[in-house]
């Protein structure tokens, strides 16, 4: 069974730059995954933020951007917002298909 | 404007079934692969299963296969998950995607429980 791992919790201070990782159990993560993230508050859908590892939505902040990191996927968020507080999803793609990391829940404090 | 619109969600005994519709609209739906994600209450996000645009090509998770079917009607713009055989562990919100999940509904709520 396909694991991908995230960090469960992270914290980071207003201004502040954090990176969130994702890696797969299958080994090391490159393009060929896709990766995606996403951004959930509570009670709302998901949101889109970032496609095929490096790639904008329109609406996505410039202050997001995403990577491939020693293997994994990564997605950096630089000079975080009160309002960037949520859980973020990854989603990487394998052969016919699709598995989501588990979660990282980003507080700002 | 992209939409996408679920329904159909509700309580369902264990081992009953359930069909889930999902109404897009705002986008060439036939152009489009289409998703099904879940979450538990209280849970992260599961991918469940995707379809293809004329629907020739579907994938399933492991624990949905042989019990779920994910279909599609191209000329009334519409997406389809028919759940079978349910279980309790099938509680959760379902939410319809487009394609590698840029856009999303809003969800519905299945609770599997007697």
């Known amino acids: 069974q396909t694991v991908v791992t995230q960090e469960p919790s992270l914290t980071v201070s207003p201004g502040g730059t954090v990176t969130l990782t994702c890696a797969s159990s299958t080994g090391a993560v490159t393009s060929d995954y896709l990766p995606s993230w996403f951004q959930q508050k509570p009670g709302q859908a998901p949101k889109a933020l970032i496609y095929?590892?490096?790639y904008k939505h329109s609406w996505t902040p410039a202050r997001f951007s995403g990577s491939l990191l020693g293997g994994k996927a990564a997605l950096t968020l630089s000079g975080v917002q009160p309002e960037d507080e949520a859980e973020y999803y990854c989603?990487?793609?394998?052969?016919?298909?699709?598995?989501f990391g588990g979660g990282t829940k980003l507080t700002v404090l | 404007e992209v939409q996408l619109v679920e329904s159909g969600g509700g309580l369902v005994q264990p081992g009953g079934s359930l069909r889930l519709s999902c109404a897009a609209s705002?986008?060439?739906?036939?152009?489009?692969?289409m998703t099904w994600v879940r979450q538990a209450p209280g849970k992260g996000l599961e991918w469940v299963g995707n379809?293809?645009?004329?629907?020739?090509?579907?994938y399933y998770m492991d624990s949905v296969k042989g019990r779920f079917t994910i279909s599609r009607d191209n000329a009334k713009n519409s997406l389809y998950l028919q759940m079978s055989s349910l279980r309790a562990e099938d509680t959760a919100v379902y939410y319809c995607?487009?394609?590698?999940?840029?856009?999303w509904g809003q969800g519905t709520l299945v609770t599997v429980s007697s």
């Open positions: 379809i293809n645009q004329d629907g020739s090509e579907k």
């Open positions: 989603l990487l793609r394998y052969s016919g298909y699709w598995v």
């Open positions: 705002g986008f060439t739906f036939n152009n489009y692969w």
């Open positions: 995607a487009r394609g590698a999940c840029d856009y």
């Open positions: 095929s590892t490096a």
